[in-house]
């Protein structure tokens, strides 16, 4: 094999010991996005099987003299002159390069909306808590006292007695 193919299978296999499965898929939420991750580790599993298997293994050496001994020297020769003047082109990379800046941009998209959820998450906290104490408080709280916490309330229906608009 040759030891590019090597240096890669053993970087797949490596990267995919390093990766927390486990912690990553407790930061999943819905059901939809547990499946899909599930979908996306069994592939990565597949694909880096296949490197294991397929392309770390070394091919059989060529007994030549064997063949010789069967053909014919000339043939066997021939042969042998071709089969080592094979040349496997090199791997060229073209796709990566282009998806690599959406994947840029998706990563910051994503820290950006990772940021936004984080200060929703604690505006919704913080108003959970005045809840909890507004639940607490209510049944010995005093309307000058609500009204202290809700002053555009206060102003409404103080407008709505002036008005004599009871609310019926």
Do not use: C
């Not at 599993?45 to 000339?74: A, C, H, M």
């Not at 021939?78 to 082109?89: C, V």
């Not at 809700?150 to 409404?156: M, S």
Request: glycine share 4%; no cysteine.
């Amino acid at each position: 094999m040759s030891g590019r193919v090597k240096q890669v299978t053993d970087v797949a296999f490596k990267a995919g010991k390093n990766i927390d499965w486990e912690g990553m898929t407790k930061l999943l939420v819905s059901d939809e996005a547990r499946r899909e991750f599930a979908n996306l580790r069994r592939a990565f599993d597949d694909v880096n099987s296949q490197l294991q298997t397929k392309f770390s293994q070394e091919p059989e050496t060529i007994d030549w003299d064997y063949y010789r001994k069967g053909i014919g020297t000339r043939l066997v020769d021939m042969y042998k002159e071709h089969y080592e003047s094979i040349e496997i082109p090199k791997f060229v990379d073209t796709v990566t390069p282009q998806y690599k800046e959406k994947f840029d941009a998706l990563l910051v998209e994503l820290k950006e909306a990772e940021e936004k959820s984080l200060k929703e998450s604690k505006r919704l906290e913080k108003e959970i808590a005045e809840v909890q104490d507004l639940k607490k408080k209510l049944s010995t709280m005093t309307a000058d006292e609500y009204f202290e916490k809700h002053p555009e309330l206060r102003q409404k229906f103080d407008d709505e007695m002036r008005n004599d608009n009871w609310g019926y």
